[in-house]
T-cell receptor, first 114, second 114 residues
Framework: DQQVKQNSPSLSVQEGRISILNCDYT??????FLWYKKYPAEGPTFLIS?????DKNEDGRFTVFLNKSAKHLSLHIVPSQPGDSAVYFC?????????????FGTGTRLQVFP | GAGVSQSPSNKVTEKGKDVELRCDPI?????LYWYRQSLGQGLEFLIY????????KSGLPSDRFSAERTGGSVSTLTIQRTQQEDSAVYLC????????????FGPGTRLTVL
């Protein structure tokens, strides 16, 4: 059972336009969400996060929106740049025990073309 | 180095052989995580070490997998009698303490089992 889902494996966007990456989750106990960016042959890098007490968090060109009733979050990148081309993962910590295990989606490959 | 390092970067092995993957966390980080990413999948939690506490091994897929962390620093993930389904990128991460926001991942070891 995949608790975090990214249903779009890829997205192609023109430079300067908005990129919207989507993520859905099934576990209503999730109260914190993260987005990571991953370049080939590198580890994921943390990008932005949001707590369930908020519905929006903005950091420069990156904004994450959370719709708790729909169990849906999205990452907006505007304006998109070629350097944003990477795989983006959403994740949520499964709290319990002595570990906050991160549950990751399968990722969306973003390609920003000139 | 300043970041999490992993070795080897690539490992090709024959089915049935044992492999060892190494992770050097950031100095002073007490928490260490192993994840893996199989083709077309998200990152999957394997094991978590926190200080001197017993590790959380709940993500290890079978008893062929084991990990240790010596002296609270370097960690080794061992896979015995490798199978083709073990082929994946194995990622290590570390953090200063238990956290929901893992910021420091290593570049990963790409394991290919022939």
């Amino acid at each position: 059972d995949q608790q975090v889902k990214q249903n779009s494996p890829s997205l192609s966007v023109q430079e300067g336009r908005i990129s919207i990456l989507n993520c859905d989750y099934t576990n209503s106990m999730f109260d914190y969400f993260l987005w990571y960016k991953k370049y080939p042959a590198e580890g994921p890098t943390f990008l932005i996060s949001i707590s369930s007490i908020k519905d929006k968090n903005e950091d420069g060109r990156f904004t994450v929106f959370l719709n708790k009733s729909a169990k849906h979050l999205s990452l907006h990148i505007v304006p998109s740049q070629p350097g944003d081309s990477a795989v983006y993962f959403c994740a949520a910590p499964l709290q319990g025990g002595n570990t906050d295990k991160l549950i990751f989606g399968t990722g969306t490959r973003l390609q920003v073309f000139p | 180095g300043a970041g999490v390092s992993q070795s080897p970067s690539n490992k090709v092995t024959e089915k049935g052989k044992d492999v060892e993957l190494r992770c050097d966390p950031i100095s002073g980080h007490t928490a260490l995580y192993w994840y893996r990413q199989s083709l077309g999948q998200g990152l999957e939690f394997l094991i978590y070490f926190q200080g001197n506490s017993a590790p959380d091994k709940s993500g290890l897929p079978s008893d062929r997998f084991s990990a240790e962390r010596t002296g609270g620093s370097v960690s080794t993930l061992t896979i015995q009698r490798t199978q083709q389904e073990d082929s994946a990128v194995y990622l290590c991460a570390s953090s200063f303490q238990r956290t929901s926001r893992i910021e420091f991942f290593g570049p990963g070891t790409r394991l290919t089992v022939l």
